[in-house]
């Protein structure tokens, strides 16, 4: 009787033993390779064929496109102008949320749909329509056409609901007691802000961010009518590389391509590792 006890329970540690934690079932291994090979499709070997493109001309390649002076200053532009608007949106955009989801007024229901404006709009679209209130016929005698501005608001309008929309979740899940928990204890409410809310929104904020800044540098249509595409002046990244190829120069804009795909990875780095430092400072 105590050996045959004792079978079912040795089997039974086997299979314990077996099902380690981490191990992929048949079916999830199944799954991860679907996903796997689509995202390859989709993502991995695009980049891929973009990076070989570039490198088939050799440094040469990059050394001739950093050194154009119309390049670098179409990377310049577009680079900067979206750190700007980042930081702009991650104060705006936090703002909107909280007032969104914390406050109560007339006609809230209808900004929360209007947010999202933007990201159903096609991008040209929204360049008529930049164009029709900040144009030279400007109703409201506002004229930021051919001028560094008018890339400035094209970016802000098509990356604005991006933080908004990351933001917005985690608070309606925050729980209020901390705060109040916090304010008992004597805490102001700059104290409860900077100790308390904002770390547990930093993931998001900085999120956020990174969308809104990989965005930004690659957009095109919203501001292709409202900026001129003056060169060395209102000229971004997209356009330029719209005017290698059509130049016949696909290794140049495949190198501007590599060099924006290098300062997009940059940053999404920089803000996760700020993003974690606040956290943990909170």
């Known amino acids: 009787m105590a050996v045959a006890t004792q079978l079912p329970l040795g089997r039974s540690a086997r299979k314990r033993r ?3 934690p981490g191990a992929l079932t048949p079916a999830s291994a199944l799954g991860l390779g679907v996903a796997m090979v689509w995202f390859s499709l989709l993502v991995l070997i ?8 570039a490198t088939g001309g050799g440094l040469d390649t990059y050394v001739n496109t950093l050194t154009n002076p119309q390049t ?3 990377i310049k532009l577009t680079v900067v102008t979206s750190l700007l608007v980042t930081a702009l949106n991650m104060v705006m955009g936090t703002t909107i949320a909280w007032v ?3 406050d109560r007024f007339w006609g ?21 329509v930049l164009l029709a ?3 030279t016929q400007s109703p ?5 056409a051919n001028t560094r501005g008018a890339v400035f608001l094209a970016f802000a309008f098509v990356t604005l609901p991006f933080i908004v929309r990351t933001v917005q979740p985690v608070l309606e899940e925050m729980d209020r007691d901390v705060e109040e928990a916090a304010a008992s204890l004597g805490a102001s409410r700059v104290t409860t802000l900077r100790r308390v809310v904002l770390p547990t929104l930093a993931p998001a904020i900085f999120a956020g961010a990174a969308l809104s800044f990989a965005r930004g540098i690659s957009e095109y249509g919203s501001l292709v009518l409202l900026s001129g595409n003056l060169p060395n002046r209102t000229e971004v990244v997209s356009v330029r590389m719209l005017s290698y190829l059509e130049g016949g120069n696909p290794a140049e804009a495949a190198a501007t391509a590599t060099i924006m795909l290098i300062v997009a990875l940059l940053a999404i780095v920089a803000l996760d590792v700020i993003q974690r430092r606040v956290a943990k400072r909170g």
């Open 72 to 74: 670098l200053n179409a």
């Open 133 to 135: 209130l900040y144009g």
């Open 18 to 20: 077996a099902a380690r």
């Open 140 to 144: 409201i005698g506002i004229n930021v």
């Open 100 to 102: 969104l989801v914390r």
């Open 46 to 53: 695009p980049l891929s064929a973009v990076v070989v493109k």
């Open 108 to 128: 809230k229901r209808a900004i929360d749909v209007i947010i999202d404006v933007p990201f159903a709009m096609p991008t040209i679209v929204a360049g008529l």
